[in-house]
């Protein structure tokens, strides 16, 4: 079948195409760079056109209160409006885990509006919640970062690979619609605070993580289980000692 990657040259939208390809699917990269702008609809239908499915794991340029729910709402009703006019069957959207729950930041806020907007819809959909990629855990820590010392709460914490978040979607985007959620994880859940001490210490980096109930994660206070799943999620194969032998210089 033909399936539109929203998204598709980026982290997880490139191994997507490849995995489908793989699996002899008509895979499409759209994006910008492929002439495909969800925020003003450039290319859109050209892209969609004899389409079964889209999957929409694009992000936004900015993390900006204003400038990201902006980019999450405009993109994702010119999305809709396109998918509706191609006859698209099924729209599928990465999600984070935890956005139904504290923190409650602005990203977290832009993601549900989002999520409402999909919901409402008249296509059949299917959101796939994932816990944070391994491919992001140090951009994590330098923004806790203050001077010398990495501040983490000691709240329970599941990352996971970008090569098993693909292939999740992959596996959900081939399906029926859900017409409703799934939450994807690591195979690993670990104290947030500990992670990152064993993980700084991997990565031969010298600040000190300190654990601190009162942590910020991008710009809130998190709960004991704000970053994990529930039970039922499905869990990634690749840990992240194993993951990270394999992509030292990603960390």
Do not use: C
Not at 100 to 113: L, T, V
Not at 218 to 223: D, Q, S, V
Request: proline content about 5%; charged content about 20%.
């Amino acid at each position: 079948m033909k399936i539109v990657v929203i998204g598709g040259t980026g982290l997880i939208g490139s191994k997507l195409v490849t995995k489908l390809g793989e699996h002899g699917h008509e895979a499409v990269a759209a994006a910008p760079s492929t002439g495909v702008n969800t925020l003003t609809g450039e290319g859109l239908a050209e892209a969609l056109a004899g389409a079964s499915v889209v999957i929409d794991v694009s992000n936004a340029p900015s993390f900006e209160e204003t400038a990201v729910l902006e980019f999450f709402e405009t993109s994702t009703r010119n999305l809709i409006a396109a998918e509706a006019a191609a006859g698209v069957g099924h729209h599928v959207a990465l999600s984070v885990v935890g956005t139904e729950r504290p923190p409650g930041n602005a990203y977290f806020r832009a993601k549900i509006a989002q999520e409402q907007l999909i919901e409402k819809s008249s296509i059949p959909f299917s959101l796939v919640h994932a816990t944070q990629f391994f491919e992001f855990v140090w951009r994590i820590a330098d923004a806790a970062t203050d001077g010398d010392t990495v501040r983490m709460a000691p709240v329970l914490f599941q990352p996971i690979a970008g090569d098993d978040v693909a292939q999740a979607i992959g596996r959900v985007a081939v399906g029926t619609p859900l017409n409703g959620r799934v939450e994807v994880a690591g195979p690993e859940q670990l104290r947030m605070d500990e992670f990152f001490r064993d993980a700084l210490a991997s990565w031969g980096d010298p600040r000190e993580v300190v654990t601190d109930p009162h942590a910020h994660y991008f710009g809130a206070e998190l709960l004991e289980r704000s970053l994990v799943p529930g039970d039922g999620a499905t869990l990634g194969q690749i840990r992240y000692s194993d993951w990270l032998s394999r992509n030292a210089a990603d960390k």
